[in-house]
C-alpha cells in the first residue's frame, strides 16, 4: 500500500508538472504571438532634375517605389512654358510631373535616375538660337518641334540661282526648307541659300532658306503680328516652281508669285528645333 500511495503521488507530482509546462509553453506562445514583427522599409531613390535652361524650383527629391511623386517646386524660364518633367528629352518617354507640379504616376524606376524638364514655346517666344518662334507642329517628330526665325535679314540682296537651270528636289511644304538649302541648293550657284547656310547665329550654324509655306508662316506669325524686323520687301523662299522660277513673297501684302531665278531679293533665316 505505501508503493502504491507514494506511485500516486509521483503522479500527481509529474501531472502538474506537465501542466504548468503546458501554461508556460502556452504562454510563450501567446507573447511571441503579441511580438511585432518588422515589415521591411519601401525602397527609395533619390530623383535629380535636369531643367534644361530653367532656373530655380527643387533640384531633386526622394521618391518611394509605388508611392506617388513627392511634393516639389516648378522651375521657371523666361518666354516658355514649363510642361513637367519627363525621363527623356523634348517632353519623351514616361511623364512623372505635370506641369503644376502635381504626381503623374507612382514612382517604378529601381535607381537613382534623373529627371528631364520639357519647354512649351508660344508663337513669339525666343527660340534656343536667340531668334522668334514662328511655327509649331505639336509635337516632336524627325527630331524637331517648332521653327524660329532669325532676328535680321541676312546682309544685301541676293540670286535665287546665278543661272535659269533646273534645281531638282526643292519642295514648298513646312518641314522642307532644310532638305532644300542643304541638298538641293548645294553649291555657290545658289546665293541666296549660300549666304543662309553660311549664318552663324545664336551659336548655331544649322541656319536655312525657308520653304514657301515656311515663309508664309513668317509672315502671318511674324510680320503681321508686328514680330521680326522684317521690311516690306521681297523675300526668297527655298521652293523652285519652274526651270527658271522660284517662290518668293512680298511682305508689304503677303502676296506670293514666281520670281526669276536670276532677280533679287531678300533672304530670312530660319531652323528647325
Request: hydrophobic share 35%; aromatic share 12%.
Amino acid at each position: 500500500m505505501r508503493v502504491k500511495g507514494k506511485a500516486r503521488q509521483w503522479s500527481a507530482i509529474a501531472t502538474m508538472a506537465a501542466v504548468a509546462m503546458l501554461v508556460t509553453v502556452s504562454g510563450c506562445r501567446n507573447e511571441l504571438m503579441d511580438l511585432d514583427v518588422d515589415e521591411p522599409e519601401p525602397e527609395a531613390y533619390t530623383v535629380t532634375f535636369e531643367r534644361q535652361g530653367g532656373v530655380g524650383g527643387s533640384t531633386s527629391v526622394t521618391a518611394t517605389m509605388g508611392q506617388p511623386m513627392p511634393v516639389a517646386m516648378a522651375p521657371s524660364k523666361a518666354g516658355v512654358l514649363f510642361d513637367g518633367y519627363y525621363t527623356s528629352p523634348n517632353g519623351s518617354g514616361a511623364q512623372y510631373y505635370t506641369a503644376a507640379m502635381e504626381s503623374a504616376r507612382d514612382w517604378d524606376i529601381p535607381a537613382n535616375t534623373e529627371l528631364i524638364a520639357n519647354w512649351v514655346y508660344e508663337i513669339g517666344a525666343t527660340g534656343p538660337a536667340g531668334g522668334i518662334v514662328f511655327y509649331d507642329k505639336g509635337e516632336y517628330t524627325d527630331g524637331w518641334r517648332y521653327l524660329e526665325a532669325w532676328t535680321a535679314d541676312e546682309e544685301g540682296i541676293h540670286q535665287w540661282k546665278t543661272n535659269t537651270t533646273s534645281t531638282p528636289g526643292t519642295t514648298t511644304g513646312v518641314g522642307s526648307g532644310y532638305q532644300n538649302t542643304y541638298s538641293a541648293m548645294l553649291g555657290t550657284l545658289h546665293p541666296a541659300a549660300e549666304v543662309v547656310r553660311n549664318a552663324a547665329h545664336g551659336g548655331y550654324d544649322d541656319w536655312f532658306l525657308p520653304s514657301k509655306d515656311e515663309l508664309n508662316l513668317m509672315y502671318e506669325n511674324l510680320h503681321e503680328e508686328g514680330l521680326g524686323g522684317f521690311g516690306s520687301d521681297v523675300y526668297w523662299s527655298s521652293s523652285e516652281i519652274f526651270e527658271d522660277g522660284a517662290w518668293a513673297q512680298t511682305f508689304v501684302n503677303g502676296n506670293d508669285f514666281v520670281n526669276d531665278k536670276n532677280g533679287i531679293a531678300r533672304a530670312r533665316a530660319a531652323r528647325a528645333f
